[in-house]
């Protein structure tokens, strides 16, 4: 069975710091996203990254999927109480519709 | 507004009995997929469709059942709920980018089952 694996789950800091978020797997993924999740809504997406080393900026986001395909990091800088949220990774099996998605990783952003 | 609906959003039940949750999406996705939210053990994906009378299985199908007539609607059907079915569902559908789907997902409906 192919798993995605976040760390860390939990994670509460001051605003204004940084903070990396981890997706690591031992399988090869076509392409991971990104989603956040507030409570009570359904996932929304992100960020898609396809080839391996790609890189994408969303504002004070930055994504970064691993050169072999099997891991992928988030990075936030200076972190904002609007960041707090369920942060999840998806990564689909080649080239299908078949999405496996991580435990999540819960962030919360004290003012 | 472009959006994929799901009913009930809340829905409490007894084992053994019969039920559907449905979901609609307006922004003619060929793609939809059915999950289901535990703690500890994230999104697992039930079933999904690539087209109208096109569906397969994801991780998770046992107990399940789902039908694809028409190209909006995606419902998921418990024909004999089981307390271990009690979770939170997602229905989502999906723009193909070429090589990517774009996951757009409803709001969930919660599931209790006694």
């Known amino acids: 069975t192919q798993l995605l694996e976040q760390s860390p789950q939990f994670l509460s800091i001051q605003e204004g710091e940084n903070l990396t978020v981890y997706c690591n797997s031992s399988?090869?993924?076509?392409?991971l996203q990104w989603y956040r999740q507030e409570p009570g809504e359904g996932p929304v997406l992100l960020v898609t990254?396809?080839?391996?080393?790609e890189v994408k900026k969303l504002k004070r986001l930055t994504f970064q999927f691993g050169d072999a395909r099997k891991d992928s990091s988030l990075h936030i800088t200076a972190a904002q109480p609007g960041d707090t949220g369920l942060y999840l990774c998806?990564?689909?099996?080649?080239?299908?519709?078949?999405?496996?998605f991580g435990t999540g990783t819960r962030l919360k952003v004290l003012a | 507004e472009a959006q994929v609906t799901q009913n009930p959003r809340y829905l409490i039940t007894v084992t053994g009995k019969k039920l559907t949750v449905t979901c609609s999406q307006n922004?003619?996705?060929?793609?939809m997929s059915w999950y289901r939210q535990d703690p500890g053990l994230g999104l697992r994906q039930i079933y999904y469709?690539?087209?109208?009378?096109?569906?397969d299985k994801g991780d998770v199908p046992e107990g399940y059942k789902v039908s694809r007539k028409e190209k909006r609607n995606f419902p998921l059907i418990l024909e004999s709920p089981s307390p271990n079915q009690t979770s939170l569902y997602f229905c989502?559908?999906?723009?193909?980018?070429?090589?990517?789907?774009?996951?757009?997902f409803g709001p969930g409906t919660r599931l209790t089952v006694t």
């Open positions: 399988s090869v993924f076509s392409s």
């Open positions: 990254v396809v080839t391996g080393g």
């Open positions: 998806a990564g689909a099996r080649g080239g299908t519709y078949k999405y496996i």
């Open positions: 922004m003619n996705h060929e793609y």
């Open positions: 989502a559908s999906s723009l193909n980018s070429g090589t990517t789907y774009e996951q757009y």
């Open positions: 469709s690539m087209n109208v009378e096109v569906t």
